[in-house]
């Protein structure tokens, strides 16, 4: 309270939009020369506003019209509505993020965000990686990178147009999945990994959501991948490991016969079952 007395008007209108002094220790950027910041985590962690806030950090200046430390930024997402809806227009995306004086304009018919200060954001969808072929970027932010239909090619695409600035970065928020994609980005040496459960934001999330998550779920694998944000990885022996089926997976089921599969399972274990 006295902190709050103590501090002038103007100052506490800023403090909702001063993430350093709020936010969770995984959300807040390692420090370090890394070229990909993973946030792994559990539903409601908080890694979409990390997300927002990352790039909200990199494309301001200490005025509203100072140029930060990046001018064009990425933004992918599995798909165009899902990249306006959650990272850009959602409760927790970059919109909803930004202080008045400094809050871009979203123009949807150019999928384009601009900030006062000129600094621009693009958004992409992950089911058209050749959408990055051309334009090229200081930063960019991919969200829910595990459940991409062509992860790869458009993660590669993306690491291509990766190329202004000093240093170019890349921010990556999502539920951990065994999938290739986020695997091999995983264990390369340029990337550095932040972790956190969905128990972690708890004090943003409805006590009844937690509750009901916690009873239906608790000690399940799913609730070691979704909740917990843990990358499971195959079980050892097992005849169908993760990377098999997902190498198996096609974006449009071709024509197909009609196969019949008769088994006859022995109860008995004679020379004669």
Request: glycine share 8%; charged share 25%; proline share 9%.
């Amino acid at each position: 309270m006295r902190f709050l007395n103590e501090t002038g008007e103007g100052a506490l209108c800023a403090l909702p939009y001063l993430f350093d002094f709020w936010a969770l220790p995984h959300q807040l950027p390692p420090e370090g020369d890394w070229r990909a910041w993973v946030i792994l985590g559990g539903r409601g962690a908080g890694k979409t506003r990390a997300g927002a806030e990352w790039v909200r950090g990199l494309v301001e200046g200490p005025r509203p019209m100072d140029p930060g430390r990046a001018r064009s930024v990425a933004l992918v997402g599995e798909t165009y509505d899902q990249v306006r809806d959650v990272m850009i227009k959602g409760p927790s995306g970059i919109l909803e993020c930004s202080p008045p004086d400094r809050r871009p304009d979203w123009k949807a018919s150019e999928r384009r965000l601009i900030w006062p200060n000129g600094a621009t954001a693009q958004a992409f969808s992950a089911h058209d990686p050749d959408g990055l072929r051309g334009p090229q970027f200081d930063a960019a932010w991919a969200d829910e990178l595990a459940k991409w239909t062509k992860g790869v090619e458009t993660l590669d695409m993306l690491q291509f147009a990766l190329r202004l600035g000093e240093r170019p970065r890349l921010c990556v928020t999502t539920t951990p999945r065994n999938v290739p994609v986020l695997v091999e980005l995983l264990e390369l040496p340029s990337t550095v990994v932040s972790h956190a459960p969905t128990e972690a934001n708890r004090a943003n999330l409805a006590a009844s959501f937690l509750e009901e998550v916690r009873s239906r779920y608790a000690g399940s694998r799913l609730a070691r991948q979704e909740l917990d944000g843990v990358l499971l990885t195959d079980i050892e022996g097992t005849l169908w490991p993760g990377a098999l089926l997902e190498a198996a997976r096609c974006d449009q089921v071709p024509p197909l016969d009609r196969i019949v599969v008769a088994l006859d399972p022995a109860v008995s274990a004679g020379p004669e079952a």
